[in-house]
C-alpha cells in the first residue's frame, strides 16, 4: 500500500540509532504519536530532501507535514540528526531549516486561498 511513508523510509534506511538517552525519548515520542503513519512516502521524500538537503516542499507534502504535527516533526528531525551517517551535518544548520520548513508550510496550510 502506498501509505508507506517517508519517514518509515527512513527508519528503514537510515535511523539506526543508539542508545542515548535523547534517542530513546525521541523513540518514544515518535512510537507514543504513532508518527511513522501519517505522512505518504513521497511527502516524507520531499519534506526529507527541504530540510537535510536543498529541495523544495509542494503544498500536497506541506499538508501532509502539518497533519503530521509539530511534536512528531521535531522527534524525526532530531533521531535522523542522531544517526552516524548524518555526522557531518550541522544540527544547527538542519533545525533551523526543519523550522523554517515548518513555518513555511504551517503559514501556506493556513493562508486563505486566492479569490477568483
Known amino acids: 500500500m502506498a501509505s508507506l511513508n517517508v519517514y518509515s523510509a527512513l527508519v528503514v534506511l537510515f535511523l539506526t540509532c543508539g542508545a542515548a538517552m535523547a534517542t530513546k525519548e525521541n523513540d518514544q515520542i515518535i512510537k507514543d504519536n504513532n508518527c511513522e503513519t501519517k505522512m505518504g512516502l513521497p511527502c516524507v521524500l520531499e519534506a526529507f530532501t527541504s530540510i537535510f538537503e536543498t529541495g523544495t516542499i509542494s503544498s500536497k507534502c506541506c499538508g501532509e507535514l502539518v497533519g503530521l504535527g509539530k511534536v512528531c516533526h ?30 513555511n508550510c504551517l503559514a501556506l496550510i493556513d493562508s486563505p486561498p486566492p479569490s477568483a
Open 74 to 103: 521535531s522527534a524525526l528531525v532530531k533521531r535522523t540528526l542522531e544517526n552516524p551517517l548524518f555526522k557531518d551535518l550541522s544540527p544547527a544548520r538542519i533545525i533551523a531549516k526543519s523550522i523554517q520548513t515548518w513555518n
